[in-house]
C-alpha cells in the first residue's frame, strides 16, 4: 500500500487555516506556526500556502483597533482566492487535480461567492471533480 502524500493528511489543517483566514481570526505568526512542516510539497498545497500568506498579510482592518474591516475584506480578491481554495480542499478531490481546476475558476476574471459557487458547481456536473 502507497502512503498518502502528506497534503492529503493534512486537508483538515488546510481547510480550518483557509476558514479562519476567511474570518480575519487568524495571525501571521499564527499561521507560520501551525502550517505543516513536511519536505513533501505538491504544488496546489505550495500555492495554498503563498494564497493564505498573501491574504493574512493584506486583509484590510483597522491598525489601531486591530480588527479586520470585514466589508472591505469580503470585497479583496485575496477573499475570493481563499474561498475559492477552501471549497476546493472541501470538494475532497485529488490535490494533483486542485491547481488546474483552480486556475480554471480564475482564468474567468473577475470572481464572487456566487460565481465561484457557480463554477465549483459546473465543474461538478461536467465530471471535472
Not at 486583509?59 to 475570493?80: H, N
Request: proline share 4%; glycine share 6%.
Amino acid at each position: 500500500m502507497v502512503d498518502e502524500p502528506d497534503s492529503v493528511k493534512y486537508r483538515q489543517t488546510f481547510e480550518s487555516l483557509c476558514a479562519r483566514t476567511l474570518e480575519g481570526t487568524i495571525s501571521l505568526d499564527d499561521f507560520y506556526r501551525e502550517w505543516p512542516s513536511s519536505d513533501e510539497r505538491d504544488a496546489f498545497s505550495q500555492t495554498l500556502h503563498d494564497d493564505l500568506e498573501d491574504a493574512i498579510q493584506h486583509t484590510p482592518g483597522t491598525w489601531f483597533a486591530g480588527k479586520v474591516d470585514v466589508t472591505k475584506w469580503k470585497q479583496c480578491p485575496e477573499y475570493f482566492v481563499i474561498y475559492l481554495d477552501l471549497q476546493l480542499l472541501r470538494s475532497g478531490e485529488d490535490f494533483s487535480k486542485l491547481l488546474a481546476i483552480r486556475y480554471k475558476v480564475l482564468s474567468a476574471g473577475k470572481v464572487s461567492v456566487p460565481l465561484i459557487d457557480d463554477a465549483i458547481a459546473g465543474l461538478k456536473a461536467l465530471g471535472s471533480y
